[in-house]
């Protein structure tokens, strides 16, 4: 709450010079440089050791994948691969693109694609990647242009799990283990590495000879400095004195008052990273717990002002979700039950489930503190007095897992705009799962082990839309994501508000 | 004297192995890398296998021995993340604190020693009052609120020194004033203190008798001995300056050792961690005995006890 109250005050003094300063020097546009910030340092630039969004921002412009998410349309589409065949429901054959360079000038070949598959799924190389690789199976090289893959289970996602695996160089960790793209990064990408201050600025020069058919086309801006600067009202001084040309993660309050800056550009967009509530719905926390009553979880979600808490605290461009999945991801049904706020008819629900005088619960938490107030203002007010468990995300992760928690907020992202990759955590049998549905967790398995995607559509369909009317978990909002850059730059951002520089433009 | 050294020299490293088996002990209890490694969003498989491969799932103590064994052969660790020496990133990141440290020990110095000089000249005058609240006001406001404020008037409205970054040596002006005046207010006390009690002295009195000019009573005489305790109380401000430069550090992006040690909590990346803070507690450990060494040398009776 202190680190509120101080932020506003930043805000509140900030807001108040953004009308005085005068044109800030925006170096940017005449030396073609966009200067940009990241306020999650870089501990390994590699992103199969470092998941952090830092990484994954840097990821996407030093090196490609064998396929690639359009940010602005989620479509999958190849990238170094020029085709692919599944010949049976476990085996994926590919086939390379030709004439591929990476930075330091050597062709792209299957001993690539073979030695970086083959790497990150050997779990004896630790990689700590965010998406799966337990369901790659043994890669092989078919001839110098086409690589076999064989996978652990049918994997639906395949495809799309390929687009955030960067391509390495093969032999990359032979000499310096996995510090060896933090130290010298090597990809295909459509931006090289020309010169690094590890953790703390990285500069990047368009690549001359990235492959003209690459999806993510050729990079219009000529040079890219990314630094690391952790706080957002330095950020914004930055900003303020033309040292940086783009910025996000911006919080709502300081991008309100930074719009009285004619000379800067504020934008806001909803992202794909949902917030939710989960209820233990197969009471795991013991036979009593009230949630195991329908006609409680459906209380529990008309009682929340979801509307409420998006205009007066989330803002931006946050929109109220009823399915628990992002709109724009695959598999994500639109006519699901809605539960709109109406905090009698949730008064009533529960006198009828046998709770006239409600009853008290913990409502645990690891992120978002005010929403969750304001979530524990709206239960308390039908009678479900809670009481905040606001912890670290370890300690909470590990007592969920045991089934220990009987009501978690939190938020999820599905990484690859694909339903697939989450659900199975929340409704799929897994140690985190509050609902235990057998039939929900068969129609998740089976959404996931088919490749065509009607099937897909109509398990993962029916699945959420069992979650919903069974309310076993309440979707709240999406998240906002503020950016602000200088009036003479574009960006395009994807559907987790992360950046793609190499289709920025100046104005 | 050598055996005093010898005596603060053992007691040096009981405290070190102390706050190695406290900080293994607390992370142990308190974290499971294997979550904080594999993100918000990692299935629990994922989480376990992650657990088994670094060997967090090994009881404490061995995972405690295995580290004791290292460091004693003088290897902290290989970050997880980084996949670096602990060591070498500590080497990394040292020079940018040192220099922020050493900056803002002189600058404390600088105004709380001229500030408690003219304090104690004045005493209980308006010039006393105005030291003393420039002193109080300077330790009142908080570190991350004089940073932003000084950002805004310095860096952004008069254009003075960059915003942030360590690529100039304009860029340490601000952090320096902000690390440094939370010394002040101690420095200025103490000499203020001192030169209150030694402008008692009889000594000082001979020296107005003999007819020496203000300038060499007050600073030839009277000041030499006042700084006494000052300069005790400066080496612990100064292992201060070293290690609570994270919030500075912080905001004016300037990756010292502070950064490391924040960035390395939000990962608990518990090498970096165990080493990060074990450096921090070396500062204390050696400026604390220097300090005793400084204090027995000015004064025989300290040795003697």
């Known amino acids: 709450m202190a680190k509120l109250s101080m932020r506003k005050l930043t805000s509140a003094i900030l807001g108040t010079i953004c009308a005085a300063v005068g044109t800030p020097a925006f170096a940017g546009k005449s030396d073609d440089t966009l200067r940009a910030a990241l306020q999650i340092e870089i501990a390994n630039l590699d992103t199969y050791y470092d998941s952090a969004g830092s990484v994954v921002v840097m990821t996407r412009h030093i090196w490609d994948a064998l396929f690639y998410i359009d940010p602005e349309t989620s479509d999958l589409r190849p990238a170094l691969a020029a085709g692919h065949k599944f010949i049976d429901e476990t085996t994926l054959e590919i086939d390379l693109r030709r004439g591929v360079k990476f930075h330091d000038g050597r062709e792209l070949t299957a001993d690539d694609i073979v030695y970086t598959l083959n790497w990150i799924r050997n779990p004896q190389n630790k990689v700590r990647t965010i998406t799966s690789t337990d369901w790659i199976g043994p890669v092989e090289k078919l001839d110098p242009y086409k690589v076999r893959i064989k996978m652990t289970e049918p994997t639906a996602l395949a495809l799309r799990f390929l687009s955030v695996f960067p391509i390495y160089p093969a032999g990359t960790y032979d000499k310096s283990g996995i510090a060896a793209m933090n130290l010298n990064p090597i990809g295909t990408g459509p931006y090289r590495v020309a010169a690094i201050e590890p953790g703390k600025q990285y500069t990047l020069k368009r690549f001359a000879d990235h492959y003209s058919e690459s999806p993510k086309g050729k990079a219009t801006i000529e040079n890219v400095v990314v630094r690391i600067v952790p706080e957002a009202g330095t950020q914004i001084a930055e900003m303020l004195r033309g040292g940086l040309d783009w910025i996000y993660m911006v919080s709502s309050d300081q991008a309100e008052q930074l719009k009285r800056n004619r000379n800067l550009a504020v934008e806001s967009k909803p992202t794909s990273r949902m917030m939710y509530l989960v209820m233990d719905a197969a009471g795991r926390t013991g036979e009593n717990s009230p949630f195991k009553k329908l006609q409680v979880r459906r209380a529990v979600s008309h009682a929340i002002d979801r509307q409420g808490i998006v205009t007066a605290l989330v803002q931006g461009g946050a929109k109220v979700l009823n399915a628990f999945c992002f709109p724009q991801d695959f598999g994500c049904p639109a006519d699901v039950q809605k539960y709109e706020y109406d905090p009698k008819l949730a008064k009533s629900m529960l006198t009828e489930a046998g709770y006239p005088n409600g009853f008290s619960v913990n409502i645990s938490a690891w992120r978002d503190r005010p929403y969750v107030e304001a979530i524990m203002g709206n239960l308390n007010a039908i009678g479900i007095k809670t009481t905040l468990n606001y912890s670290n995300l370890t300690p909470l992760r590990e007592r969920w897992n045991k089934g220990e928690l009987p009501l978690v907020y939190g938020s999820i992202g599905s990484q690859v705009d694909d339903v697939g990759n989450f659900t199975p955590e929340f409704f799929g049998k897994s140690e985190r799962d509050l609902a235990r549905d057998d039939e929900v967790a068969e129609w998740l398995r089976m959404a996931n082990r088919s490749s065509d995607e009607a099937v897909r559509r109509e398990f993962d369909h029916k699945a959420l839309r069992k979650v919903a009317s069974e309310a076993y978990a309440l979707p709240l909002f999406s998240d906002n994501m503020n950016f602000v850059m200088s009036q003479s730059l574009s960006v395009v951002t994807d559907s987790g508000g992360a950046p793609h520089f190499y289709r920025a433009k100046w104005k | ?305």
């Open chain 2, 1 to 305: 004297m050598l055996k005093f050294l010898l005596q603060r020299l053992a007691l040096a490293v009981a405290v070190a192995i102390c706050v190695s088996i406290l900080t293994f002990g607390l992370l142990g209890a308190t974290i499971d890398p294997a979550i904080a490694i594999a993100g918000e969003d990692a299935s629990a498989e994922k989480i376990q296998a992650l657990r088994e491969a670094f060997g967090y799932d090994k009881p404490l103590y061995i995972q405690y021995a295995n580290w004791f064994g290292s460091a004693l052969q003088g290897n902290l660790g290989t970050s997880p993340y980084f996949g670096l020496d602990v060591s070498k990133l500590i080497a990394d990141r040292l020079p940018v604190t040192m220099k922020l440290g050493a900056l803002a020990i002189s600058f404390a110095i600088g105004l709380g020693v001229p500030l408690g000089v003219i304090a104690a000249i004045y005493p209980n005058t308006w010039i006393d009052r105005v030291a003393l609240s420039v002193a109080v006001l300077g330790q009142a406001i908080p570190n991350f609120w004089f940073s932003l404020l000084l950002i805004i008037v310095l860096a952004v409205q008069l254009e003075l020194l960059p915003v942030s970054g360590a690529s100039t040596a304009s860029s340490y002006v601000m952090p320096m004033i902000v690390l440094g005046t939370n010394a002040v207010p101690a420095i200025m006390r103490l000499t203020r203190t001192g030169m209150l009690d030694t402008l008692q002295a009889d000594f000082i009195r001979t020296a107005w008798a003999k007819g020496l000019r203000p300038r060499q009573v007050f600073f030839k005489h009277a000041l030499r001995n006042a700084l006494i305790p000052v300069v005790a109380v400066t080496t612990i401000q100064a292992a201060h300056m070293l290690g609570g430069s994270i919030v500075v550090e912080s905001v004016f992006a300037l990756h010292g050792l502070g950064m490391l040690a924040y960035e390395s909590i939000l990962r608990s990346d518990i090498p970096t961690m165990q080493a990060v803070i074990l450096i921090f507690s070396g500062f204390f450990i050696v400026f604390s005995a220097l300090s005793d060494i400084i204090n027995a040398y000015l004064d025989p009776r300290i040795r003697v006890a």
